[in-house]
C-alpha cells in the first residue's frame, strides 16, 4: 500500500480555532497525519496475561533481562510487533508490549487521517484522554515494577512515536528501567530528556523538530551516561517508519527499518547484558 500523507492544520491555524476546538495535546503534524500501512507480517509472540494489564504481546525467550515496547496510537501493529521480534531474537530475551489502551481501542484507522474538523478535534481528545502520556507514564511504570518483582534483573523500554513521549517520560526518578530508547518521537522535549536517570538513544525522522533533536544530544553528550548513550538521525525516513507506518515493500524503508531494530539491539546489549 502506497504512504499518503494528507494535509492537517498548520501551528498558526490551529492556535486561531474557535474555542469549540478540543486542546491540542500533540503538535506533531506528521504524526496526525501519516496513516498506518498494510502489512502481511506475521508475528511471532502470543497475547497473554501479565501484571494488571489483561493484554500484552509477548514474544522471545526467558532471560533475566527483558524490554518493554510502547507502541503507537495504532496499537498492536504487524510492524510493530515484526520489530519487537527481531529484538527479541538479536538480544535472546523477551519483549513485553502491553495493551495501553485497554479496554478501549487504539486510535480507529478508519478515521485516521483525520479529514474533518471534528476528526481533528476527536484524535485530540484521544491524546489527552486514553493515551494521556502521564496516565499511561504511571501504567508504565508499574508495570516495569511488577516485572522486576517477577524476576527480571536488567529491564529496558524503547517507545515509538506517542509511546516515545511515555517511555522518556517513565525513565527519571525511582524507574523500574535501566535503559531506554525512542524512536520517532512525537512531543519531543528537551525538558523531559533532562530528567532521565538511566542512559537513552534517540533515533528521529525528518517530521521531528531538528532543533530539539540537537539540544538533546548535546545534553546526552555531557551527562552521566555520556558512553553509554546513542543516537541517529534519519534524515530519509518519516515520522513512523519503524511502527505501524513503515512501509516494507519500499527499500529504503526496509533499510532504514532494519539499521534501527539494529541500533537498538547494539544499545540495550551495552546496557542491559
Same mark, same amino acid.
Given at each position: 500500500m502506497l504512504r499518503t500523507i494528507c494535509r492537517?492544520? %498548520?501551528?498558526?491555524?490551529?492556535?486561531?480555532t474557535t474555542a469549540a476546538m478540543s486542546t491540542i495535546h500533540n503538535t506533531n503534524q506528521a504524526c496526525c497525519s501519516i496513516p498506518p500501512v498494510h502489512s502481511d507480517y506475521q508475528p511471532k509472540g502470543n497475547i497473554k496475561s501479565v501484571g494488571s494489564f489483561?493484554?500484552?504481546?509477548?514474544?522471545?525467550?526467558?532471560?533475566?533481562? /527483558?524490554?518493554?515496547?510502547?507502541?503507537?496510537?495504532?496499537?498492536?501493529?504487524?510492524?510493530?510487533q515484526q520489530g519487537a521480534d527481531s529484538l527479541a531474537s538479536a538480544l535472546q530475551t523477551t519483549v513485553y508490549m502491553p495493551d495501553f489502551f485497554e479496554p478501549h481501542r487504539p486510535y480507529p484507522i478508519e478515521r485516521f487521517p483525520p479529514k474533518t474538523q471534528e476528526d481533528k478535534d476527536e484524535l485530540q481528545k484521544f491524546f489527552g484522554s486514553i493515551a494521556s502520556p502521564s496516565e499511561n507514564t504511571k501504567k508504565l511504570v508499574s508495570f516495569g515494577h511488577a516485572l522486576r518483582s517477577e524476576?527480571?534483573?536488567?529491564?529496558?523500554?524503547?517507545?515509538?512515536?506517542?509511546?516515545?513521549? @511515555? /517511555?522518556? @517520560?517513565?525513565?527519571?526518578? #525511582?524507574? %523500574? +528501567?535501566?535503559? /531506554?530508547?525512542?524512536?520517532?518521537?512525537?512531543?519531543?522535549?528537551? &525538558?523531559?530528556?533532562? =530528567?532521565?536517570?538511566? %542512559?537513552? /538513544?534517540?533515533?528521529?525522522? =525528518?517530521?521531528?523538530?531538528?532543533?530539539?533533536?540537537n539540544k538533546i544530544v &548535546?545534553?546526552?553528550? =555531557?551527562?552521566?551516561?555520556?558512553?553509554? #548513550?546513542?543516537?541517529? #538521525?534519519?534524515?530519509?525516513? +518519516?515520522?513512523?517508519?519503524?511502527?505501524?507506518?513503515? &512501509?516494507?515493500?519500499?527499500?529504503?524503508?526496509?533499510?532504514?527499518?532494519? &539499521?534501527?531494530?539494529?541500533?537498538?539491539?547494539?544499545?540495550?546489549?551495552? #546496557?542491559?547484558?
Open positions: 492537517v492544520l %498548520p501551528r498558526a491555524s490551529i492556535s486561531r489483561k493484554r500484552v504481546y509477548v514474544t522471545g525467550s526467558e532471560n533475566t533481562s /527483558a524490554l518493554v515496547c510502547v507502541y503507537d496510537i495504532f496499537g498492536f501493529f504487524p510492524q510493530t524476576g527480571i534483573q536488567k529491564l529496558g523500554v524503547y517507545g515509538m512515536c506517542w509511546g516515545g513521549k @511515555v /517511555a522518556v @517520560v517513565a525513565s527519571g526518578e #525511582n524507574t %523500574p +528501567f535501566n535503559a /531506554a530508547a525512542i524512536v520517532h518521537p512525537a512531543m519531543l522535549s528537551l &525538558d523531559d530528556s533532562r =530528567k532521565l536517570n538511566v %542512559p537513552f /538513544a534517540i533515533y528521529i525522522s =525528518k517530521d521531528e523538530p531538528l532543533d530539539e533533536y &548535546d545534553m546526552l553528550s =555531557k551527562n552521566a551516561f555520556a558512553d553509554k #548513550n546513542d543516537h541517529k #538521525n534519519y534524515p530519509n525516513m +518519516f515520522h513512523g517508519w519503524a511502527a505501524a507506518r513503515a &512501509d516494507l515493500t519500499k527499500e529504503d524503508n526496509k533499510k532504514e527499518f532494519g &539499521d534501527v531494530y539494529g541500533r537498538l539491539a547494539e544499545f540495550f546489549r551495552k #546496557n542491559l547484558v
